[in-house]
């Protein structure tokens, strides 16, 4: 049976309007921090209490559906059959530590290997970004158009920090050919700026909890979303990939080395 775009829509906004108010309240300034891969790859306690949250209210809701999630409290998917929720509980830990802004909690659903519906919510500036393309696209209540199909010279380009610095894949090349190159260290403050057109393009090394959530709605805006070789995207694989304008996504494939 194919699940309903709608209610699964008004679910993730209804969660993430909850988690957007949990993680801007006061308890927040007790978070304990602890590093996972090394001294920049942070984890809190609010990811964790935050992902649990999150997935025990999908359990609740959709008992049948499988979820993929950052903190090790999702299922062992081995393949994308049935519903399946990606669950990024704070994406830009960073941020979130030392500025306490520009992060975001992120839901993507998919259906048998298809995306269905995404939603994201800019923790503070209270905003979510939702929809799929079945229904459409939306910031809170208001429907929103598909960006302009711009050129890499039109626009403004983000890229990992790390990527940039190591003129990796040969990126460098790419950002001369913008308007400019901005980092901001999150996955779902940046989609939303492509969403909203501000940005052309995004390059980063992204897990499937990073991409999910993204990539339902930016296909839907009719962007492109490929991996550094041009190859189909794994949603159970960490991978390199380029979002961004259709037109901006061939030009920088042309430009991008993968040797």
Same mark, same amino acid.
């Given at each position: &049976?194919? /699940?309903?775009?709608?209610?699964?829509?008004?679910?993730?906004?209804? *969660?993430?309007?909850?988690?957007? !108010?949990?993680?801007?309240?006061?308890?927040?300034?007790? $978070?304990?921090?602890? %590093?996972?891969?090394?001294?920049?790859?942070?984890?809190?306690?609010?990811?964790?209490?935050?992902? $649990? #949250?999150?997935?025990?209210?999908?359990?609740?809701?959709? =008992?049948?559906?499988?979820?993929?999630? /950052? /903190?090790?409290?999702?299922?062992?998917?081995?393949? &994308?059959?049935?519903?399946?929720?990606?669950?990024?509980?704070?994406?830009? %830990? &960073?941020?979130?530590?030392?500025?306490?802004?520009?992060?975001?909690?992120?839901?993507?659903?998919?259906?048998?290997?298809?995306?269905?519906?995404?939603?994201?919510?800019?923790? &503070?500036?209270? !905003?979510?970004?939702?929809?799929?393309?079945?229904?459409?696209? #939306?910031?809170?209540?208001?429907?929103? +158009?598909? =960006?302009? +199909?711009?050129? *890499?010279?039109?626009?403004?380009?983000? @890229?990992?920090?790390?990527?940039?610095?190591?003129?990796?894949?040969? @990126?460098?090349?790419?950002?001369?050919?913008?308007?400019?190159?901005?980092?901001?260290?999150?996955?779902?403050?940046? #989609?939303?700026?492509?969403?909203?057109?501000?940005? @052309?393009?995004?390059?980063?090394?992204?897990?499937?909890?990073? *991409?999910?959530?993204?990539?339902?709605?930016?296909?839907?805006?009719?962007?492109?979303?490929?991996?550094? +070789? +041009?190859?189909?995207?794994?949603?159970? /694989?960490?991978? @390199?990939?380029?979002?961004?304008?259709?037109?901006?996504?061939?030009?920088? *494939? $042309?430009?991008? $080395?993968?040797?």
């Amino acid at each position: &049976m194919r /699940e309903d775009s709608k209610e699964i829509d008004a679910f993730l906004v209804s *969660l993430l309007r909850t988690v957007g !108010e949990s993680l801007r309240g006061d308890s927040i300034k007790k $978070k304990s921090v602890g %590093t996972k891969k090394n001294r920049n790859d942070l984890v809190t306690n609010f990811d964790k209490k935050t992902e $649990k #949250f999150i997935n025990s209210e999908i359990k609740k809701n959709y =008992p049948q559906a499988t979820i993929v999630s /950052e /903190e090790g409290y999702g299922d062992k998917v081995q393949d &994308m059959s049935g519903l399946v929720f990606f669950v990024d509980p704070i994406d830009g %830990t &960073m941020n979130f530590v030392k500025r306490r802004d520009d992060f975001a909690s992120m839901i993507g659903a998919y259906i048998d290997g298809k995306p269905l519906i995404g939603a994201i919510i800019n923790v &503070m500036d209270n !905003e979510i970004y939702h929809g799929g393309k079945e229904i459409g696209l #939306f910031i809170n209540d208001k429907k929103i +158009d598909n =960006p302009k +199909d711009l050129s *890499l010279v039109e626009g403004l380009v983000d @890229v990992s920090a790390p990527m940039a610095l190591a003129n990796k894949f040969n @990126v460098q090349s790419v950002i001369k050919k913008s308007s400019g190159f901005r980092v901001y260290g999150s996955a779902g403050i940046i #989609f939303g700026h492509l969403l909203t057109g501000k940005e @052309v393009m995004y390059m980063s090394y992204l897990a499937p909890w990073d *991409l999910a959530a993204g990539r339902v709605m930016c296909e839907a805006a009719g962007m492109s979303i490929v991996s550094i +070789d +041009d190859s189909p995207i794994n949603m159970l /694989e960490s991978q @390199v990939v380029i979002v961004g304008t259709q037109k901006v996504v061939s030009e920088a *494939l $042309k430009t991008l $080395k993968t040797r």
